[in-house]
T-cell receptor
Framework: AQSVTQLGSHVSVSEGALVLLRCNYS??????LFWYVQYPNQGLQLLLK??????LVKGINGFEAEFKKSETSFHLTKPSAHMSDAAEYFC????????????FGAGTRLAVHP | EAQVTQNPRYLITVTGKKLTVTCSQN?????MSWYRQDPGLGLRQIYY???????DKGDVPEGYKVSRKEKRNFPLILESPSPNQTSLYFC???????????FGPGTRLTVL
C-alpha cells in the first residue's frame, strides 16, 4: 500500500530564509509524486510533479523538489522565502498504471515572518 | 477559462436533511474525484469516476453517493448527513493516468 508522511505539521521561517518541507513516501511500484499548495480559502494548486524523468523537478514560484529513491523522499525547497509563500503544502503519491488515485500527506503549514 | 466549479461554497444544514454538492469541469476530463479535508488528516478520497457511468469507492465512502451521467458533472450526494460529515470538500478532475488533478475551490459543509 502507498502512503505519504510529511514531517512537521507547522514550519516557520523568516522572509529570505531557506524553505525545506519534508516528504517521505512508501510505494511498492514506481511512484508519481506531487506537491500541491493551498492558499487560505482556496483549492489546491499544483506546484510541481515527478513522473520518472529528471530527479530534480522545478515548479512554480521558485520551488523545486528532488526525488531520492534510496531515501524514499521528495522534499520541497525554495532558496528564499517570500511572505506570499505562507500556505499549506501537501505532498501526494500516485502510481504508474494506477487509476490516478492520489494519496495525500497530512499537510505542512508554512508561516513566513518578517 | 479551464476550471472546476463547485456549488455551494458554504452550506450549513441539519442532521438527516438530504443535500447535493455539485461539481462541474470544462476541460473534457475523463477522471473526476471527491475528497474531504480534515485537520491533521490531509485529503482523503471519497469516490472517484473513470468516465461516464463508471464510479467506484475511495477510502471513505460511507454516507456518500455519487453519479456520473455526463462527462462534465460529478455531484456528491449526502442522503442523510450526520455531524461527522462536517468537513471541507473538494472536487477534482484530470485526464486518465497519474496526471495533474485540477481542484475546485471547495465546499465547506457544517452539519448540526
Amino acid at each position: 500500500a502507498q502512503s505519504v508522511t510529511q514531517l512537521g505539521s507547522h514550519v516557520s521561517v523568516s522572509e529570505g530564509a531557506l524553505v525545506l518541507l519534508r516528504c517521505n513516501y512508501s510505494s511498492s511500484v514506481p511512484p508519481y509524486l506531487f506537491w500541491y499548495v493551498q492558499y487560505p480559502n482556496q483549492g489546491l494548486q499544483l506546484l510541481l510533479k515527478y513522473t520518472s524523468a529528471a530527479t530534480l523537478v522545478k515548479g512554480i514560484n521558485g520551488f523545486e523538489a528532488e526525488f531520492k529513491k534510496s531515501e524514499t523522499s521528495f522534499h520541497l525547497t525554495k532558496p528564499s522565502a517570500h511572505m506570499s509563500d505562507a500556505a499549506e503544502y501537501f505532498c501526494a503519491v500516485s502510481t504508474v498504471g494506477g487509476y490516478n488515485k492520489l494519496i495525500f500527506g497530512a499537510g505542512t503549514r508554512l508561516a513566513v515572518h518578517p | 477559462e479551464a476550471q472546476v466549479t463547485q456549488n455551494p461554497r458554504y452550506l450549513i444544514t441539519v442532521t438527516g436533511k438530504k443535500l447535493t454538492v455539485t461539481c462541474s469541469q470544462n476541460m473534457n476530463h475523463e477522471y473526476m474525484s471527491w475528497y474531504r479535508q480534515d485537520p491533521g488528516l490531509g485529503l482523503r478520497q471519497i469516490y472517484y469516476s473513470m468516465n461516464v457511468e463508471v464510479t467506484d469507492k475511495g477510502d471513505v465512502p460511507e454516507g456518500y453517493k455519487v453519479s456520473r451521467k455526463e462527462k462534465r458533472n460529478f455531484p456528491l450526494i449526502l442522503e442523510s448527513p450526520s455531524p461527522n460529515q462536517t468537513s471541507l470538500y473538494f472536487c477534482a478532475s484530470s485526464f486518465q493516468g497519474p496526471d495533474t488533478q485540477y481542484f475546485g475551490p471547495g465546499t465547506r459543509l457544517t452539519v448540526l
